[in-house]
């Protein structure tokens, strides 16, 4: 190895997991006013409990900040590093160099230095740090997720309504007997 591989080997997950460990979700509902988000909801500093503390336009730009830390993480190297300085020998490219960048910004989303290691879930920031990689790929991804979170919605849906309609039939047997349905009728 020579200097430039020694170097990069330094600040390439070093860059990407200190820009990783930025805490935008916790930064922005401070500055709104709204104190501590990992008191608040789920507790998570992510994009989704940002919009249940803040808002919507909080929660947007916690993604979008969240997504940008990693896609920048990413890009870093990308237009910074050599292709002659590789970590395999198969693949003498900077997507090395890349992929290591985007696990660092993730780790450091995840274990944020500044937060006593406990961050987020890293769902932006894989998403940003991905996007720099492979578009095509995130893009897959979260078709795939999209499909998956409406058949998880229909069944939540078909969970929750059963419930309320029992709720419903009982709340109606007390004011009325004759509503009773007839598989509780004696």
Known sequence: MNHDDLLALAWVPLTAYLLGSIPFGLLITKLRGRGDIRAVGSGNIGAANVTRA??????????????????????????FIRDSISLSPFNP?????????????????????????????????????????????VLAALDGRGCISAILDVSRICAASRPSACSFHRRRACLHPDYLPSSLQH
Do not use: C, E, N, Q
Request: charged fraction near 10%; hydrophobic fraction near 60%.
């Open 54 to 79: 803040v808002g919507l336009g909080g929660g947007a730009m916690t993604l979008l900040l969240d997504a940008g830390k990693g896609y920048l993480a990413v890009w870093l190297p990308a237009h």
């Open 93 to 137: 490219s900077r997507i090395d160099w890349m992929m290591v960048a985007a696990l660092a910004a993730i780790a450091g989303h995840l274990f944020p230095v500044w937060l006593k290691f406990r961050g987020g879930k890293g769902v932006a920031t894989a998403a940003g740090g991905f996007l720099m990689i492979s578009v095509p790929a």
